[in-house]
């Protein structure tokens, strides 16, 4: 089990258990229900499977993604560190029985607008790298338009309530060394 905790041992933050992490990339591709868009399929299967999918990959869809929405690229990375560190088959089971899943940990049922915009039916999808750092910054995004901050933006990423300054904190101590790319 690993504990992401920055400050303190006994209130973690989050927890991801070794089970929880999907390690069978050919049976995600069995599973995958690609949709009616044919763009949609071209761009799942032309998404790198797990051996070629670096911490580089991810890094300049980061840097694209980040782009194309105005959010600061250092930010983007920081929270793909902290939630996934750049692993593109993150995935975490809630308390409450809902998932995050990819290296931005996209909660398929807290983000319904946004599944319905893309057209996504299966949580299974949020696993291709492209679609969920664009999900991920759009979110941020979405987050510093409404509360006015980045600081307010991540706490909001993570969860709007009170105890989670930590997250906070850690996230934005990570974006420091990722100023200079």
């Known amino acids: 089990m690993k504990i992401e905790n920055f400050f303190s041992s006994s209130i973690p933050l989050k927890v991801t258990r070794e089970k929880h992490i999907r390690g069978d990339f050919y049976s995600y591709v069995k599973a995958y229900k690609p949709q009616k868009s044919p763009m949609k399929v071209v761009n799942f299967y032309s998404t790198p499977v797990k051996s070629i999918i670096t911490k580089e990959y991810v890094k300049e869809v980061a840097r694209k993604k980040s782009q194309k929405y105005g959010v600061p690229l250092n930010l983007v990375l920081a929270i793909i560190e902290k939630e996934s560190n750049f692993n593109p088959k993150a995935y975490n ?22 599944m319905r915009e893309y057209g996504i039916k299966s949580p299974e999808e949020l696993y291709d790298v492209e679609l969920n750092i664009e999900l991920g910054v759009r979110i941020l995004k979405e987050n510093f338009k409404r509360y006015g901050s980045w600081e307010l933006a991540v706490k909001a990423y993570n969860g709007i309530r009170a105890d989670n300054w930590d997250y906070v904190k850690s996230v934005m101590e990570k974006a420091n060394k990722y100023v200079n790319l």
């Open 93 to 114: 089971k809630n308390k409450d029985g809902t998932e995050d899943i990819g290296v931005m940990q996209i909660n398929f049922h807290h983000n319904k607008r946004l």
